[in-house]
């Protein structure tokens, strides 16, 4: 018998097995699908390895940060790039770079990298992306005889479309009064959000051209609406009912059109957004990062690699998001994904850098600016006095 147990002993270790827990949000049907595939490849690869997946019920952020402060939080876990900088600041994260000598980083675009950096130190890697391009539909073009939208145009082709489309009774697009839909104006007006020392910049001329802009279409020409506007929850919705001819949205949208209303997805295009003294457009990425108080760091960042390397092409081939590697990204042979892709190299990240690493605040605030423009109580440029005369305090 003690011979017996001595030999287990010995063999025990050999057999032992680490445990890396995933957080992140709950995702839909699809997703949660992708994922479980994601994390079944993963365990009938690696015996000495077990991953576990833990969806965050409510507000997985603030999950993350109630766990992080008592210990209880996930080896790995999903990090939105809107939140970053509030979480790098506090020194929860494991910085990446020295793990990641021999990764393929150059694989991910600058604007994907540089959305989880922060005092130059690389805290996340991209699990996947998201850009905005102009959704359309080829059919209501069709029958209003206008003509369809075409890389490379401006706001001005924009503008001039969408009144088109209103001389034939068709609502022409959706924006919203969220600040990263306006935010691309802003940039493709050659304008900023703001300037070197994190100062709200709204103000300066080239950031108004792009804010009025936006503010005539809705106000003015009357061509862009809120989905609510038209009896919608919201743009994708707007679009999948036929009750807009274009919107402003993301590849999340083309996914629900396929797969709720598949007789208008027949019919959709996808054009990069409209420039003017450059192009821009959104980012909207979430990060894999890894806690910093992980017990087992080897077999944590050998899970990242997998996440973002084969784990991510299960994701984008089942869930239809965007690789953010190349190498993955040119294995997806979707057609209408492409302007989406396109945007990677110019977009900018849905990140406002600020001194306290906190904008949540000042994005709310915002907002209820942007709400009262198309309510008619303010003008945008009443709205952008308000925003820089408060911006500082909205983000201590």
């Known amino acids: 018998m003690f011979v017996i147990l001595m ?3 010995l063999v025990a270790p050999a057999f032992a097995q680490t445990t890396i827990r995933l957080a992140g949000w709950p995702g839909n049907p699809t997703e949660e699908s992708a994922m479980k595939e994601m994390v079944d490849n993963f365990n009938a690869k690696n015996s ?4 576990v997946w833990e969806p965050s019920p409510g507000d997985h952020m603030q999950a993350m940060k109630t766990r992080l402060a008592g210990g209880t939080a996930a080896d790995l876990f999903y990090l939105d790039v809107f939140l970053f900088e509030e979480f790098a600041k506090t020194g929860a994260l494991l910085p990446l770079d020295a793990y990641l ?3 393929p980083l150059n694989d991910y675009s600058l604007p994907l990298r540089e959305a989880f950096t922060y005092n130059a130190r690389l805290y996340g890697l991209a699990k996947d992306f998201s850009t905005l391009s102009v959704i359309y539909n ?8 206008v003509r369809e939208p075409k890389a490379g145009w401006t706001w001005n082709d924009f503008r001039t479309t969408a009144l088109a489309l209103k001389a034939k009774a068709i609502n022409p697009t959706i924006l919203e009064a969220d600040f990263n839909r306006w935010i691309p104006f802003v940039n493709a007006f050659g304008g900023r959000v703001v300037d070197e020392r994190l100062s709200i910049a709204l103000s300066e001329k080239k950031a108004m051209a792009g804010l009025s802009f936006a503010a005539n279409l809705v106000l003015k020409d009357k061509v862009a609406m809120r989905a609510s506007d038209v009896g919608s929850g919201w743009e994708g919705e707007a679009f999948g009912q036929e009750k807009v001819a274009m919107i402003m949205s993301g590849p999340w949208s083309v996914s629900f059109v396929r797969d709720n209303y598949p007789n208008v997805y027949k019919n959709i295009g996808v054009v990069e957004m409209p420039k003017s003294e450059k192009p821009a457009t ?5 990060a894999w990062v890894v806690n910093k108080q992980t017990k087992d760091r080897a077999a944590a960042l050998k899970v990242l690699k997998y ?9 984008v081939k089942k869930a239809g998001v965007l690789g953010s590697s190349a190498a993955i990204a040119a294995k997806d042979t979707d057609p209408l994904k492409v302007p989406f892709y396109k945007g990677a190299a110019y977009g900018s990240a849905w990140r406002v850098r600020t001194p306290s690493g906190l904008f949540s605040r000042a994005n709310d605030e915002i907002g209820s600016r942007l709400q009262d423009v198309y309510a008619g109580k303010i003008t945008i440029d009443q709205a952008v006095k308000q925003i820089s005369d408060n911006y500082e305090s909205w983000v201590e």
């Open 7 to 9: 030999v287990l002993a």
């Open 48 to 51: 000495d390895i077990k991953v």
């Open 101 to 103: 000598k021999d990764f």
């Open 138 to 145: 080829k059919e209501l073009f069709r029958k209003a005889g």
């Open 282 to 286: 959104m980012i909207y990425t979430v």
């Open 307 to 315: 996440l973002v390397s084969e784990g991510q092409e299960i994701f």
